[in-house]
């Protein structure tokens, strides 16, 4: 038997090394969501549903990430519709905050020291103001947290390689049910500039933003959602419905583009949604989420030829995931196992479970039927008629990047036919 | 012969059969979803070998449907239901219409597949196909594909029935009334000779001293002829009857 050659044997671990090399580090994911209905100013009106977003939130981040933290209060409701959960939030303040902060930070250390690469979706939903001083501040339950905190505290110390920042201030909700006057706060890039301050956050170029920007004096709340609006689109475009071209990871710029496409019929100027999206600088194409990773999550199939507003709702009645899909193309969805679902769409539904970490189930192979769904009420009309009216899909998203002078990467589509 | 001799020679044996409407099978250049296209080309390719491997399944040649797809401008319309599926099928000029979406969500790879009948059937199967082991998606595209066209190959044979197995209760009922028709004759040869016999003697009765031995012959043809009779027409009652159960049995 002839015994392999020294070069030979060289060759084999040039290559081991060179494919080691190569490998993206593996991403571990953390999520640290605050969640606060009460704000710290007498003027500032309880918000209805900022836990309710705060739950959803970790149900979305827990079944893909090592740990999730919930800094919350959950009402009643909310705890009756999230049952066990109560029991592993802790409470909005300062010092749970630095706490949660510090173990999370050994964890990820811990994380890079093994050559993983950690990942924090660091979440706010509840009231934010932008201060006398210029200084944007999100309340927490025992005072705000300032801007210059965010970045001391939060991003500066941060052991993660990668961190989204998902802020969904109170003033971004655009309910059903008005409160305020129409908007008169500070203008668009103002608004940014308040809560995040653009040349801060260019020193932090592993931090990606989605943010809310809309007026701080204009609340909406959806009862129909018992949600944020805003939030529920983002979570809806993360589980899988921003996923425009198909390769299974959604990125800023397709959230963005959902986002814009599910707001694009609300014509009322306070329902017009103002956001601020912006991939980290280090890598502008890296993925809010990434379906092609194992997690504890089922599929939903909605194939080819399937198509409008279609939303999934669990039995509890919650709304997971709502999108305006176009026909000409397959779309996954993910979603919570070990629950029944509905899948509907206008005077129609469907039911289906999901029982097993990577099941897949094929809408096409649903059996519909007339749906038993009455509409709620005239005054959410606006809502339930104008939001997600506009179909999303390649079409939209390349029209909208090209409105930003953005082109994107050709379609593989038509790859699949060459023989 | 090397492997090259051997693809070319399946490749020439694949393009003298003449594929008909009733055996065609067109399948889509599969869709992706969270899987690079070199993998979803690999699941297609493990479909379209278990396709091929199908008795009753003429395979359209890959680079056959990519050149009608292309000719026809994008892609097919896409369809929201299954008679709009039927009718692309016929259209294709294929029986069968064969789609997949490859997906690798979840960290897995796994092929959603759709068959649909250009007569209005639509059958659904999906199978996973690990990575790492070679082959694997070649069993796991045959497991699911047999769960596909079983029901079709059922219906198609149900379909095909009433041309070629209503011949049987034919058969049956022709034979039993040959079977009556011949016993009438024996009843009436044998009532016939119980007359000549009855009547002083028949043809015996010049027989003289052998009498005796002539009458007994007679009489025992007579109950050959009379039990022949009753055999005969016992079959042929049994013949018809079968056949009249066979045929409303078979009654489509």
């Keep these: ?419 | 012969m090397s492997a090259s001799a051997t693809s070319l020679l399946l490749w020439l044996a694949q393009g003298a059969v003449a594929c008909d409407a009733d055996t065609r099978v067109v399948l889509m250049p599969f869709e992706r979803v969270a899987l690079p296209s070199a993998d979803a080309r690999a699941l297609e390719d493990a479909t379209r070998r278990a396709v091929s491997a199908l008795p009753d399944a003429c395979l359209e040649s890959r680079e056959d449907t990519a050149a009608r797809l292309r000719g026809a401008g994008a892609s097919l319309s896409s369809c929201g239901n299954t008679e709009c599926r039927s009718a692309q099928a016929v259209s294709l000029g294929a029986r069968r219409l064969v789609r997949g979406v490859a997906l690798g969500v979840g960290g897995r790879r796994s092929v959603a597949l759709t068959v649909t009948d250009a007569r209005g059937t639509e059958t659904r199967a999906q199978f996973e196909a690990p990575a790492l082991t070679p082959g694997e998606a070649d069993t796991r595209a045959r497991q699911a594909l047999q769960e596909v066209w079983a029901p079709l190959r059922t219906e198609t044979v149900k379909q095909a029935a009433p041309r070629g197995s209503r011949l049987l209760p034919k058969v049956m009922m022709g034979a039993g009334g040959v079977a009556l028709a011949v016993g009438v004759g024996f009843g009436i040869a044998a009532r016939s000779t119980e007359s000549r016999v009855s009547k002083n003697g028949g043809e015996c009765a010049s027989a003289g001293e052998d009498f005796s031995g002539c009458f007994a012959s007679r009489l025992d043809a007579g109950r050959r002829q009379a039990r022949t009779s009753n055999v005969l027409m016992g079959v042929g009652a049994l013949l018809g009857l079968g056949g009249a159960v066979s045929f409303i049995w078979e009654w489509p």
């Design chain 1, 1 to 419: 038997m002839r015994t392999p050659s020294h070069r030979t044997l060289a060759l084999g671990v040039l290559l081991l090394v060179g494919t080691a090399a190569s490998a993206a580090p593996e991403q571990v994911h953390y999520a640290l969501i605050v969640a606060s209905n009460t704000g710290t100013e007498k003027s500032q009106a309880p918000l209805r549903y900022a836990d309710d977003d705060g739950a959803r939130y970790y149900e979305l981040f827990a079944p893909r990430s090592r740990e999730v933290v919930l800094l919350s209060v959950l009402d009643a409701d909310t705890q009756a519709l999230h049952p066990g959960l109560a029991a592993k939030t802790r409470p909005p303040t300062h010092a749970s905050l630095e706490d949660a902060l510090r173990r999370l930070n050994e964890r990820m250390a811990q994380d890079r020291a093994r050559g993983q690469a950690p990942v924090l979706s660091f979440v706010f939903v509840g009231h934010g103001k932008r201060g006398a001083a210029g200084e944007g501040t999100v309340s927490l339950l025992d005072g705000p947290l300032t801007r210059t905190e965010l970045f001391s505290r939060v991003l500066a110390p941060s052991k993660a390689s990668f961190i989204q920042l998902i802020v969904d201030a109170c003033d971004s909700y655009f309910f059903v049910h008005s409160r305020g006057s129409l908007p008169v706060g500070p203008a668009y890039a103002d608004a940014v500039k308040g809560l995040l301050g653009g040349r801060e956050l260019e020193r932090f170029p592993q931090v990606g933003v989605v943010l809310s920007t809309s007026s701080e004096q204009e609340s909406h709340e959806w009862s129909a959602i018992r949600s944020g609006v805003f939030s529920h689109m983002v979570r809806s475009a993360l589980s899988g419905a921003g996923d425009v071209n198909g390769d299974g990871r959604v990125d800023y710029a397709e959230l963005r583009a959902f986002v814009a496409a599910a707001s694009q019929g609300l014509d009322d100027v306070r329902g017009q949604p103002r956001v601020f999206i912006q991939p980290p600088a280090l890598d502008r194409a890296f993925a809010l989420t990434d379906m092609g990773t194992a997690a504890s999550l089922g599929y939903l199939l909605v194939p080819t030829g399937l198509e409008g507003r279609l939303w999934v709702e669990d039995a509890r009645g919650i709304r997971v995931v709502e999108l305006h899909k176009e026909r000409e193309r397959p779309l996954v969805v993910s979603l919570p196992v070990g629950r029944g679902y509905y899948l509907r769409g206008t005077g129609r539904e469907a039911t289906f479970n999901l029982t097993r970490a990577a099941e897949v189930v094929d809408a096409g192979g649903l059996a519909w039927r007339e749906s038993t769904v009455a509409a709620r009420g005239a005054v959410e009309d606006a809502f339930r008629d104008k939001l997600f009216s506009v179909p999303f899909g390649q079409r939209f998203y390349r029209g909208y990047m090209a409105s930003f002078g953005i082109t994107p990467p050709p379609d593989e589509a038509d790859a699949s036919l060459v023989p």
